[in-house]
């Protein structure tokens, strides 16, 4: 075949497209995992691990810029809105930090396993990172 400047030109554009089309998904990503919030006993009480909901979390980034967003049933107003968030990866994990907006709100952030396994909702206490030791699912939603 002989590449004349028409051919080269149709060849570009062809190859344009595709790698338009194969990158385009890489510009806005969007990942969803199972997640359970627990309620309270009655008004004012304690969270209690048998009373729960299993809702989800989304993330979603597009131009380098990532968003959080929790449907779980009703939610303390500390989670329940779609917030801007940071995000690690690692080969192993992605952690997700929300931004807390509100006054008062504690800082926390999600751990999740790459493998599909689940992984941990983590608080900020005494200037580190502790694990809340409740299982809040993190698994991908299917």
Not at 13 to 21: E, I, K, N, R
Not at 42 to 49: E, S
Not at 65 to 83: H, Y
């Amino acid at each position: 075949m002989k590449h004349t400047p028409l051919n080269r030109a149709a060849l570009l554009a062809l190859s344009t497209l595709f790698a338009a089309a194969v990158l385009a998904p890489l510009s806005a990503q969007a990942q969803t995992w199972e997640y359970k919030s627990y309620k309270k006993k009655g008004l004012g009480g304690q969270y209690d691990k048998e009373n729960f909901v299993v809702g989800t979390i989304k993330l979603e980034e597009k131009d380098g810029k990532a968003t959080f967003f929790t449907n779980a049933g009703v939610m303390d107003a500390c989670r329940r809105a779609e917030v801007p968030a940071q995000v690690t990866r690692t080969d192993a994990e992605i952690t997700i930090e929300p931004e807390v907006s509100l006054a008062g709100c504690e800082k926390w952030r999600l751990v999740i396993r790459n493998d599909g396994s689940g992984g941990r909702r983590e608080v900020w206490r005494n200037e580190k990172w502790v694990d809340s030791k409740w299982d809040h699912g993190l698994t991908p939603k299917k």
